[in-house]
Structures are given as C-alpha cells and as structure tokens.
T-cell receptor, first 113, second 112 residues
Framework: DAKTTQPNSMESNEEEPVHLPCNHS???????IHWYRQLPSQGPEYVIH???SNVNNRMASLAIAEDRKSSTLILHRATLRDAAVYYC??????????????FGKGTHLIIQP | KAGVTQTPRYLIKTRGQQVTLSCSPI?????VSWYQQTPGQGLQFLFE???????NKGNFPGRFSGRQFSNSRSEMNVSTLELGDSALYLC???????????FGQGTRLTVV
C-alpha cells in the first residue's frame, strides 16, 4: 500500500484556521485520499476524501497538490471539539473488495483556547 | 438514523478463554470491517465482510475469526485469548468498500 507521512502533532488556537499536511509521494493514479479523525474515547470519524480536485464539505476542505504527492486538510475555524488525532489514508478501490483502511500514527491536533 | 452499535462496550476475560464481540451496522450497509487498536500498534485491519462473505483479511493469526449474518450484523470471535489481545476492537460499516466508513465506539477487551 502507498504510505503517508504526517507530523506527529500540531498545535493551533481556537477560532483560527488549521492546515494539516500529508505527504504521499508514492501515490498511484487510482488512490483516493481519505481523512478520518478520532476524538478521545471514540471510534474514528470520516472527515473528507478526494481523488484529484479540491473538495469541500461542512466539516473541512481538502486541498490536493497538482502532482497529488501531498494534500492538506483545512479546518477553517478550529474549535476545542476539533482536538483529535487526524489520519490521512490512501485507498485503492479500483480493484473492488475491501483491503481495509491502513491507519498510520496520524497527527495529534491540540487546540488552545 | 442509528449509528454502528457494538456490544458489549467493556469485557474482561481470562487468558485461554474465548470471546465473541457483536456489531450491528447502519441499516442498509452491507460491508462490515473489524479493526484492533492498541497503544503500540495503533489501528490495524482485521477483516471485512460483505453479503456474508469475507472479502479480505489482515495479518492476524487464525485465532481471530468472524462472520456476517444475512441482516448484515457481524460477530468477531477470538479463541485462546492471550494477554496481548487486550485492545479496543472497532467495527465499521459502509454501503460498500468504496464509500465512507462509519465506526462504532468499540469494545474494550481486557485479558487478565
């Protein structure tokens, strides 16, 4: 599976934008970029995913580099509830079936009030 | 709509025993996956079921098994428990493998 690299931790202030980076230099043409987050004492939660174009939803935005070797999850206005571990995951659905999500160590996001 | 439900939430078992965990997916979801989360190894994929068939399996010993019923509910079984099996076991459901996965809150298994 293609591998992702994320910073171990990041810190931001409440009500400010947060940019979480992810490097995936070995991404293949059929790999989707997914972001999940895990709040304390909960299961992971889907945030957003994309293939080539930038994506927006009510939770966040996903900016994908033109060469697709990196991407950035953008939380436009962080709140204390956004403090979580954020995982950047590549998935290849082109072959069908389910290889499962490969979670790395993720980025521990700390939000200061 | 109701989310993914895992039962029980907490479980304590003795080494050598076996355990069965249950997962009820979101209504209409046919894919159910299981994951193990430990502080040392993080989140690791166990297996995935779709329409009662196991489609893929992670790198776990044969003591870990599962099944899926016709109503998409799934069970995971671990036999001959070892201390290292202590973990949070998470279940995720999705319409299919190519759509977003919804996770339950997990079952915290402690082996003593």
């Amino acid at each position: 599976d293609a591998k992702t690299t994320q910073p171990n931790s990041m810190e931001s202030n409440e009500e400010e934008p947060v940019h979480l980076p992810c490097n995936h230099s070995t991404i293949s043409g059929t790999d989707y970029i997914h972001w999940y987050r895990q709040l304390p004492s909960q299961g992971p939660e889907y945030v957003i995913h994309g293939l080539t174009s930038n994506v927006n939803n009510r939770m966040a935005s996903l900016a994908i580099a033109e060469d697709r070797k990196s991407s950035t999850l953008i939380l436009h206005r962080a709140t204390l509830r956004d403090a979580a571990v954020y995982y950047c995951i590549l998935t290849d659905y082109s072959g069908g079936g389910a290889d499962g999500l490969t979670f790395g160590k993720g980025t521990h996001l700390i939000i200061q009030p | 709509k109701a989310g993914v439900t895992q039962t029980p939430r907490y479980l304590i078992k003795t080494r050598g025993q076996q355990v069965t965990l249950s997962c009820s997916p979101i209504s209409g979801h046919r894919s159910v996956s299981w994951y193990q989360q430990t502080p040392g190894q993080g989140l690791q994929f166990l297996f995935e079921y779709f329409s009662e068939t196991q489609r893929n399996k992670g790198n776990f010993p044969g003591r870990f098994s599962g099944r899926q019923f016709s109503n998409s509910r799934s069970e995971m079984n671990v036999s001959t428990l070892e201390l290292g099996d202590s973990a949070l076991y998470l279940c995720a459901s999705s319409l299919d493998a190519s759509t977003e996965a919804f996770f339950g809150q997990g079952t915290r298994l402690t082996v003593v």
